[in-house]
Structures are given as C-alpha cells and as structure tokens.
C-alpha cells in the first residue's frame, strides 16, 4: 500500500519560509488526488491544497498568494512552500492521498483521502 512520509517542519517566525515534503511510496496508480492539510488545537481539520495528477489545483483562500504546492514526480514528492507565514499557520500538517478510478479531475473532501502521512509540526511565532 501507499506509505507517505512529511518532513520540513520546524520553528519560525512571522513573515518566515518553511518547504515542507511528502515522499510517497508503494503503488500511486496513474490518477490521484494528493493534498496538504493542517489542524491545530480547538480547530477542526482544513484543507490547505488539493492536486489532482491531471493538472487542477486548488488553495484554500487563507494561503493564497503565500503558499505554493509542487510536485516532483521522479523522486515522488509533494512539496508545499510556504512563504510570508503567520501565526495562524501553526498547525499539524498533513499530506494525504486517494487513487482516482475514473478520469475526472474533481478530488474529494478530507473524508475521501484513503492515505495520510503522520503529520509535521509547524510552529509560527
């Protein structure tokens, strides 16, 4: 099955940058859907970014502008650069991913994904 590993998080201040990585492993199948999703205490679980293999990306307002998400499909990894951060950033975040069987473009909600890394602290201060 798909294992996906997350590093990249750590300590910053405001206004600082962090590159967080998902490194996916086992068999991905030709469509999916990979995310990036974050959770901090008292809040429930937000979807930061979806990516489809196919091309559509979509942000959540919040990060728009700051956050940037990449793929390098050779050594398959997920990227998400985050620049211009905020105390509101800090949170848990997780990548996660779902094989798609058909060929649309659309991805699901949180509740959808099938595959969730262990998550990677980021702290904003």
């Known amino acids: 099955h798909v294992q996906l590993v997350e590093s990249g998080g750590g300590s910053v201040e405001a206004g600082g940058s962090l590159t967080l990585s998902c490194v996916a492993s086992g068999d991905i199948y030709r469509r999916y859907c990979m995310s990036w999703f974050r959770q901090s205490p008292g809040n429930e679980r937000e979807e930061v970014v979806s990516m489809h293999s196919d091309g559509p990306t979509t942000y959540t307002d919040s990060v728009k502008g700051r956050f940037t998400v990449s793929e390098d499909v050779d050594r398959r990894t997920l990227y998400l650069k985050m620049d211009n951060l905020k105390s509101t950033d800090t949170a848990m975040y997780y990548c996660?991913?779902?094989?798609?069987?058909?060929?649309?473009?659309?991805?699901?909600?949180?509740?959808?994904?099938?595959?969730w890394g262990q998550g990677t602290q980021v702290t904003v201060s």
């Open positions: 996660a991913l779902v094989r798609r069987t058909d060929r649309s473009r659309s991805c699901p909600s949180g509740a959808g994904y099938t595959f």
